[in-house]
């Protein structure tokens, strides 16, 4: 997995330190991922996997259940998923993921948080065939697990790419076969860590730790916003 992977684990977990912000984003997920298909996860394997997710952010069952109950509201605001592109120092891309009840609030916000950390937006499109979307699984490898029969069993529901370093073991494969593999997982018995659909970039880029440490920069104030679900970059 390498330096990039190392990075991405290490920002993402310096991101997500403060738990008063993620919380309300997975909440976020759970509200939608209930109210586009039910409230029961057992029948919704997207609520199922926004829940999975949750837990292995640690967030508690408690807020879990408030944000599947919040799917039944009245009172809930119309919430949309809307993608913004952009470039930043260095050559650096981003793909940045939002849901929102107020398209043009965030919007604003996101072009300005961008231009405060001397970045741009792009027109939507530009970055079409500098990431592609994939399903992406991690889950720890077991002293009884052969890697090679894991791989065979899951070719035919859509896997790309298996790799393991330290004992994490990291799954990519078409967006579309999303739920094949879920459930090809859950029938190998193999207890997921993470289980999302996330943007990679075609033709990463290695930079050097100064320009990690601005590209970073980018990400942290774009993700001041709530709104703002996720940012993809071209890092390598």
Not at 65 to 83: C, F, G, Q, V, Y
Not at 123 to 145: H, I, P, Q, W, Y
Not at 164 to 192: C, Q, R, T, W
Request: a negative charge.
């Amino acid at each position: 997995m390498g330096r990039a992977f190392e990075y991405r684990k290490a920002a993402k977990m310096k991101r997500w330190g403060n738990m008063s912000r993620v919380f309300p984003r997975l909440g976020r997920v759970i509200t939608m991922a209930a109210k586009e298909g039910g409230c029961d996860p057992e029948s919704n394997a997207k609520l199922r996997t926004a829940i999975l997710n949750a837990k292995a952010e640690n967030m508690p069952k408690d807020n879990i259940e408030a944000a599947i109950k919040r799917a039944n509201s009245k009172d809930l605001a119309a919430l949309s998923e809307i993608t913004y592109e952009a470039k930043g120092p260095h050559g650096s891309l981003f793909f940045i993921e939002c849901a929102t009840d107020n398209p043009t609030r965030t919007v604003a916000k996101v072009k300005f948080n961008l231009k405060k950390s001397n970045a741009e937006m792009l027109n939507n499109g530009s970055l079409d065939f500098m990431f592609s979307r994939k399903a992406v699984f991690e889950f720890d490898k077991t002293e009884d697990m052969d890697l090679d029969e894991i791989e065979l069993e899951l070719i035919d529901a859509g896997l790309e790419e298996i790799e393991e370093e330290d004992g994490l073991v990291l799954a990519h494969g078409d967006y579309k076969d999303f739920g094949n593999l879920s459930h090809a997982f859950e029938k190998l018995g193999i207890e997921l860590k993470k289980a999302t659909l996330e943007r990679i970039a075609n033709t990463p880029v290695k930079f050097t730790d100064e320009q990690l440490q601005d590209i970073q920069r980018v990400v942290e104030k774009v993700e001041d916003d709530d709104d703002v679900q996720a940012v993809y970059t071209n890092i390598g």
